[in-house]
């Protein structure tokens, strides 16, 4: 029920936004998570403990639209990835502590109502820090509003930066402004550069899940029982384990995006994700054959550690910053909306058919599958995802339709502008 509020909240999320502005998005995200954990902690029975799920999957699902594309509105495109990337960071480092957290309140009455309530104490936390905070200055800009704009954009830029920044979102104001407000969803597909663009974002935010990695996260009490070690203790460290790669690897991927590049960071990563998905299915062939050998439970936590590694440094951060830079401003919150939805359409996809597929062909050859994914995961990128390293949104929105109309596109563009102002 979690993930089927998030879905629905990332599907409303992008009207949301482009409705209300990025930081009331995000304020009414952290009240319906704070109103969703209050009920789960107090929940007299399993339906209102329901109800409270799909609160907070409500407030998840708008937030991980908001986030993103909050973060980068505000950003200098030099370390734009960096700073999307950072939310990424936000999430896993936040996983790592909700497992010290529920560790340490399982010696306490009342153990699953406050692993449950404590959760509203961030969302109270960032909404009484976000009424600091200014509105988006892109979207300031889209409603007209360019006083407080520039104020905000002052914040960012030295004097220099702020003239080029002004003048770039003057020029674009007045078109996006008139996008915006006749805009639709069905729109994003009757015009060939936004349907490019969402190709792009959405292709990415689906094999991100596709290419398993809650399935592993999951899966991880298992992989530890397979080496050997049976004690619910060593399950529990070994999922802080994880968790702990995972936002190292969030880490890592902070400092690839800017200076690797978007493109070539999903790359090696998927490349690694096969060799990962490979060994842990090579792992579960060998046990099913009956084999005691705990070189097969090893191979199998290997595999596990090098996936984890793999992934969270490349494709955990690469969709989520791409979705936040490839769509035109009229745009952003829609595609934003849609292409999150179509994470967690995905994610529940994965997570409800992992164990019958598994229990249907079997685990190795479930990770194989996987791994096939990942292979066309890398052709997909390869075909559709341009690289947007350091290039402003001016300059992003120039790629698609260059792509949709071809190269000449630009010129043709120049020579119209000339003809009107002579």
């Not at 629905?8 to 936004?17: E, H, K, P, T």
């Not at 930066?161 to 915006?180: F, G, M, N, T």
């Not at 290997?302 to 955990?316: Q, V």
């Not at 829609?334 to 292409?339: A, K, L, R």
């Amino acid at each position: 029920m979690a993930l089927v509020g998030a879905i629905i909240g990332a599907a409303s999320g992008g009207w949301i936004n482009d409705a209300y502005g990025r930081k009331k998005a995000t304020l009414i995200a952290d009240v319906v998570f704070a109103v969703g954990s209050a009920v789960m902690a107090a929940a007299p029975d399993p339906y209102v403990l329901i109800l409270g799920r799909l609160l907070v999957g409500l407030g998840v699902g708008i937030a991980s639209v908001t986030a993103p594309v909050y973060i980068a509105e505000a950003s200098p495109s030099e370390v734009r990835g960096a700073l999307v990337g950072t939310n990424v960071l936000m999430i896993t480092g936040g996983q790592f502590l909700s497992y010290l957290v529920n560790l340490a309140f399982t010696q306490v009455p009342g153990t699953w109502r406050w692993m449950l309530g404590v959760a509203g104490v961030p969302a109270v936390v960032q909404f009484c820090l976000m009424l600091c905070m200014p509105e988006s200055p892109r979207w300031l800009f889209m409603k007209n509003d360019k006083d407080k704009a520039i104020m905000v954009l002052a914040k960012i830029y030295d004097l220099a930066r702020l003239e080029d920044e002004i003048d770039q979102l003057s020029a674009s104001s007045v078109e996006d402004r008139q996008k915006q407000n006749n805009s639709r969803y069905l729109d994003v597909f009757k015009s060939k550069e936004i349907r490019l663009a969402f190709l792009a974002g959405a292709g990415l935010q689906a094999f991100q899940q596709f290419t398993g990695i809650n399935t592993v996260m999951y899966y991880s009490p298992t992989i530890v029982q397979m080496a050997g070690f049976s004690s619910n203790q060593l399950a529990l460290l070994l999922s802080l384990i994880v968790a702990a790669m995972n936002a190292a690897g969030s880490i890592l991927g902070i400092y690839l995006i800017d200076h690797f590049g978007r493109r070539k960071l999903a790359l090696s990563s998927l490349t690694g994700v096969i060799v990962s998905l490979v060994i842990l299915a090579v792992a579960f062939f060998g046990k099913s054959t009956g084999s005691s050998n705990a070189l097969y439970g090893w191979l199998a936590v290997l595999g596990l550690a090098l996936y984890i590694a793999f992934f969270s440094p490349g494709m955990g951060p690469v969709p989520w910053t791409v979705n936040s830079e490839v769509y035109p401003e009229a745009y952003r919150g829609i595609c934003g909306g849609m292409s999150a939805t179509v994470n967690w359409v995905s994610n529940l996809i994965v997570a409800q058919t992992f164990l019958s597929l598994a229990n249907a062909v079997g685990t190795g050859a479930t990770f194989l599958i996987l791994a096939g994914v990942a292979v066309a995961a890398i052709v997909f990128v390869l075909l559709f995802v341009p690289e947007t390293k350091g290039l402003t949104f001016v300059e992003v929105e120039q790629i698609w339709k260059e792509r949709a109309w071809g190269s000449s596109y630009n010129t043709e563009s120049l020579l119209e502008q000339g003809s009107e102002t002579s």
